[in-house]
C-alpha cells in the first residue's frame, strides 16, 4: 500500500525487514519453519501476487491465491484500520503479546461472532525429521532409569493423566532445524519437554532453552515462595503472643 501497490523486490528494504519479523512470528510451528520459510524472496513474491491483483492493475496477474485478493480489498475498504491491524502484529512479535483491535462503539462483545469452520487445504514446505529421534531419546531416558518427564517444569503426563499419558511427551529440538540446518542431529540434541513448556519456548523470540525456561521456572517459584512467607510471617507472630487457653 505505501509502495502505491506495486511489488517490491527482494533487496529492497522494506521487505528484508518484514521477512525478519515474519520469521518470528510465533503461530507457525517449528515443522512448518525451513531455511525458505518467509524468507526475502517468498516475501517479496507475495507483494507481486497481491499488488497484481489490484483493480487498477493491467497485466497478467502472478500465480497467487484468493486470499491476496481478500487482504487487498481489506485494505482498499479500510485502509485505516488494517494499518492499525498490522501496527499491532508487528507490536505483539516484538513483546510477545499479540492483541486485538481496540473495540468500536458498535460492538457488542456478547452477541460477537466471527466465521469459522471452513474446510481449508494447506500445502506447506517443512524441513525433514526423522520420527524415529522422538522414540529413541525416550528409550535412552526410561533405560537410564529416568522418567519421561518435562525437562524445564517437571511434568510427567503419565502421573496425572495416568494410561492415557503414558508414554506420552514432546521432543523438542535444542538448536531449532531452521538454523541448525541440514546435519544430523544426536539425542544430546533433543530435550523431552511438556506441551505448555514447549509453546512458552516457542512463543516469541528469541527462544531460551529448556535450562534457560527452568531457570525461569524456578526463580517464578522462589518469589512467589518469599511472598508467601512474608504474608504469612505477621500471622505467626501474632499467634505466638495469643496467650494458651
Not at 516475501?43 to 497484481?52: E, G, Q, S
Not at 496425572?160 to 540434541?189: F, M, N, Q, W
Not at 532453552?209 to 505467626?236: C, N, V
Request: hydrophobic share 35%; with cysteine.
Amino acid at each position: 500500500m505505501e509502495n502505491g501497490w506495486k511489488g517490491l523486490d527482494a533487496q529492497d528494504a522494506g521487505v528484508v525487514e518484514l521477512s525478519g519479523l515474519l520469521q518470528l512470528l510465533p503461530i507457525h510451528a517449528e515443522a512448518e519453519r525451513n531455511e525458505k520459510f518467509r524468507n526475502p524472496n517468498g516475501v517479496a513474491r507475495k507483494t507481486f501476487d497481491i499488488a497484481t491483483r489490484h483493480p487498477e492493475y493491467q497485466g497478467k496477474p502472478t500465480n497467487g491465491g484468493a486470499l491476496d485478493v481478500a487482504v487487498l480489498m481489506e485494505f482498499l475498504a479500510r485502509p485505516d484500520e488494517m494499518t492499525e491491524a498490522a501496527r499491532l502484529i508487528r507490536q505483539g512479535i516484538v513483546t510477545g503479546e499479540l492483541q486485538s483491535l481496540a473495540p468500536t462503539e458498535d460492538e457488542e462483545f456478547d452477541d460477537y461472532s466471527a466465521p469459522e469452520g471452513r474446510l481449508l487445504m494447506r500445502r506447506h514446505q517443512a524441513r525433514e525429521r526423522n520420527k524415529s529421534l522422538r522414540k529413541k531419546k525416550m528409550a535412552s531416558v526410561t533405560q537410564r532409569g529416568g522418567r519421561l518427564a518435562c525437562e524445564a517444569c517437571g511434568f510427567d503426563f503419565e502421573q496425572v493423566y495416568g494410561d492415557r499419558g503414558a508414554g506420552y511427551i514432546e521432543c523438542h529440538h535444542v538448536v531449532p532445524l531452521h538454523e541448525a540446518g541440514e546435519g544430523r542431529t544426536k539425542l544430546s540434541d533433543l530435550a523431552l519437554i511438556c506441551a505448555n513448556c514447549h509453546r512458552m519456548i516457542h512463543r516469541c523470540a528469541p527462544w531460551p532453552t529448556p535450562e534457560e525456561l527452568r531457570a525461569s521456572i524456578e526463580r517464578k517459584h522462589a518469589a512467589d515462595r518469599r511472598a508467601a512467607e512474608a504474608i504469612a510471617r505477621p500471622r505467626r507472630a501474632a499467634d505466638e503472643q495469643m496467650p494458651n487457653p
